[in-house]
């Protein structure tokens, strides 16, 4: 697993705003607990396998494909009971193991149609099988509303039909008492109610004496009165016990279902979490297309080489706002182990820095990254972290002891698989204390062969990339006549701080600028100043390189163009087959229907002829043509060279040949009363009867000597 220091690394480098995005994505609580159980990996084949996932997803998702993963039901209380002895589910629970299974039968048979093209999520139900007596089991007791069929016991039938013809009879009944004291004048503006479960009429209180039957209750001013009539009771009493004994026949056919799923549960597990799996998955394709996130190259050695990266949250705030975003090019390894950024206040160091660590973060929990595709990125065993006020109150500790604090940290603890940031490094402290401190931080970095980045100020850090081995400088750009920040990180120069720039930006007035300037050390002036002409010539050369990214960014709209265009002619072609494949269908219906006629007419005529020998040779050039039959013969022979007859019940895999035109091909799915089979890349809806078992002939036929 990925070490991180300090314990709230995720936090400061924003990868938890990651995760609320992405349990945002899923639909279902198995997948949003997935996203609170995201860990960091620092296995290669776990990250590779979890961001080709990924990968996978994201392109079933722009391509407008369907995957039939429908289940998002919460069924954790349900699988839980199943796995109780004695436990009963409702017939809307058992309504839910039905929808759950039916999904995985779904999710298996899109697979089936998909072979090959997605091998990573196909690999996970690779060892899930559908059962469908699940589906069996509840529907045949259970109705689509989650009802017991009347049909699911002959006692619960005689039930029912009994008690509908009782509470017919009551309502005729009542009816009839109704109409009886309403002409009396004995009802109330309401005329009846149901309490106790029984229904009554509402009577006037003067009356309540006069109506025989039992009192059941008042209103609340007391003025109208609730009875059973007499006449009814008998007959409610025979409802009120039908409906006990229907309750009693629900109850126990509900348990004998459950008992009988039960024996099921494993399985109903696995399909559950299969099902929490993929809309996890999915989750991620969904925020990878938000933030147009891509799988990078992977080493196996510890490495980061960013091509046109952005901050996920910063290029997510700003596409809303339709603010244009910088991208970032950084490369780390071991020839170029620390990258030292300088520049302005506000130029964007800290962003870059939290940009390249939150990648690799991204990257060690499975999520694709916004970074182009020819990226590389390497796997870490640690990530340390220093940024921000680090002043601890509760344990006493300046913001300087505490950042010396987490550089012993960093001493004790680095090596060649970490991966640290440090924000301004020596700050806090005397300039020159500082100073020196942080160069030999960065140097005893360096030893351990430990990669990172670290934002400074110190101008005896950016002169160590010159002396010390694996130390590069890095510029946040600058322009100087708009006085404004550019974000671009220049690798190779160090850059300035536009002290007086920025002051003069600010405000301030002309006289104290130049007195601060008197007051500056005359050293420390001339190396800012040649900083800011070096910085000056890069963004020459980053003019040029603007020209090439346009030129670069043409080039891939091109690239898009033929993709559309390819994607569009492919499905021209799937609509092809599709119509090649009815025309199929209509001509065989076509077909059927003439020699339906045909022979109607072949059976007049044998009954009234009387040279029979006519009729069966009228009848054979009728339905079987000369040409037809010929090339049935001729296929026959083909068909009994290359394979042989192996007869028996046809499993799925099998070689089947038809029994009339002998074509062979794979059986593919087997239904109730029909089957696929595959004949070269075309499926077909047959009936299995036609067809026998075969297998390819290992010898070639031997000639019979004569």
């Not at 998702?61 to 009971?81: A, I, M, S």
């Not at 050695?301 to 990266?309: D, E, F, S, Y």
């Not at 990226?375 to 990530?383: C, P, V, Y």
């Not at 809806?685 to 019979?704: F, G, H, I, S």
Request: net charge positive; charged share 30%; glycine share 6%.
């Amino acid at each position: 697993m990925l070490q991180l220091y300090p314990a709230n690394a995720s936090e400061s480098l924003e990868f938890e705003k990651i995760k609320t995005l992405l349990a945002e994505k899923c639909r279902s609580d198995a997948a949003k607990e997935r996203v609170r159980a995201l860990k960091f990996n620092s296995k290669i084949d776990f990250i590779e396998r979890a961001l080709l996932q990924a990968s996978e997803f994201r392109s079933i998702l722009q391509t407008g494909d369907y995957f039939p993963n429908d289940f998002t039901r919460n069924v954790e209380k349900e699988l839980q009971l199943l796995a109780i002895e004695g436990a009963t589910l409702s017939g809307q629970q058992l309504l839910f193991m039905k929808e759950l299974a039916l999904n995985i039968r779904n999710i298996l048979t899109w697979f089936g149609n998909h072979k090959g093209l997605f091998p990573q999520i196909e690999a996970l139900c690779e060892k899930i099988t559908y059962e469908k007596e699940i589906a069996s089991v509840v529907e045949a007791v259970i109705d689509e509303q989650g009802n017991v069929r009347d049909n699911a016991s002959r006692d619960l039938m005689h039930i029912r039909t009994e008690l509908a013809a009782k509470r017919q009879q009551l309502r005729k009944m009542f009816e009839s008492i109704l109409r009886k004291l309403g002409k009396q004048g004995y009802l109330a503006d309401i005329s009846e109610g149901f309490l106790n479960g029984r229904r009554t009429v509402a009577i006037h209180a003067e009356h309540k004496r006069i109506v025989k039957g039992i009192l059941h209750g008042e209103s609340d001013t007391s003025r109208t009165v609730f009875i059973e009539p007499e006449e009814t009771i008998e007959l409610n009493n025979e409802v009120f016990s039908l409906e006990r004994s229907e309750s009693r026949e629900i109850r126990r056919i509900l348990n004998d279902t459950t008992q009988m799923l039960s024996v099921y549960q494993p399985q109903l597990f696995s399909y559950y979490q299969l099902c929490g799996l993929y809309e996890f998955i999915r989750a991620k394709g969904l925020l990878a297309i938000d933030m147009n996130a891509f799988m990078p190259r992977l080493s196996n050695h510890p490495t980061v080489n960013l091509v046109k990266a952005y901050h996920p949250l910063l290029l997510l705030n700003n596409l809303k706002q339709q603010k244009p975003v910088i991208p970032t090019y950084v490369k780390l390894d071991p020839e170029q182990r620390i990258l030292i950024i300088s520049g302005p206040n506000a130029g964007g160091k800290t962003v870059t820095m939290k940009t390249v660590g939150l990648l690799q973060m991204m990257l060690q929990a499975g999520l694709l990254v916004p970074a182009d595709p020819s990226s590389e990125m390497g796997i870490f065993r640690q990530i340390m972290i220093h940024i921000g006020d680090t002043q601890s109150i509760e344990h006493e500790l300046s913001t300087y002891s505490a950042h010396l604090r987490d550089m012993k940290y960093f001493m004790d603890f680095a090596n060649g698989k970490t991966l640290f940031f440090i924000d301004e490094l020596g700050s806090g402290s005397d300039p020159n204390l500082g100073g020196a401190f942080a160069e030999a931080i960065v140097e005893e970095l360096a030893a351990k062969h430990a990669l990172g980045i670290i934002t400074t100020h110190y101008l005896n850090l950016k002169v160590m990339a010159g002396k010390v081995k694996g130390i590069v400088n890095g510029a946040m750009m600058f322009d100087e006549e708009k006085l404004e920040p550019l974000y671009q990180l220049n690798i190779g120069k160090p850059g300035s701080s536009y002290t007086f720039a920025i002051a003069q930006r600010s405000g301030l007035s002309k006289k104290l600028i130049d007195r601060a300037r008197q007051l500056t050390e005359r050293n420390h002036f001339k190396l800012d100043k040649m900083l800011l002409q070096t910085e000056q010539q890069a963004q020459k050369l980053g003019n040029k390189e603007k020209e090439l990214q346009k030129l670069i960014k043409e080039n891939e709209d091109l690239k898009k163009e033929f993709q559309y265009l390819n994607d569009r002619e492919r499905r021209q072609q799937e609509q092809e087959v599709l119509k090649l494949q009815n025309k199929i269908k209509k001509e065989e219906l076509d077909y059927l229907r003439e020699m339906e006629r045909n022979f109607k007419q072949i059976i007049i005529d044998w009954k009234k002829s009387e040279n029979k020998g006519e009729v069966i040779k009228n009848a054979e050039n009728v339905l079987f043509k000369k040409r037809q039959i010929q090339m049935n013969q001729s296929a026959a022979k083909k068909a009994d060279k290359s394979f042989e007859l192996v007869g028996g019940d046809a499993k799925i895999g099998d070689l089947v040949r038809h029994k009339v035109n002998h074509q062979v091909g794979t059986l593919t799915e087997i239904r109730e009363k029909s089957a696929v089979v595959q004949i070269g890349k075309m499926p077909f809806n047959v009936q299995l009867e036609d067809w026998v078992v075969v297998r390819k002939r290992t010898e070639p036929n031997a000639k019979k000597k004569k």
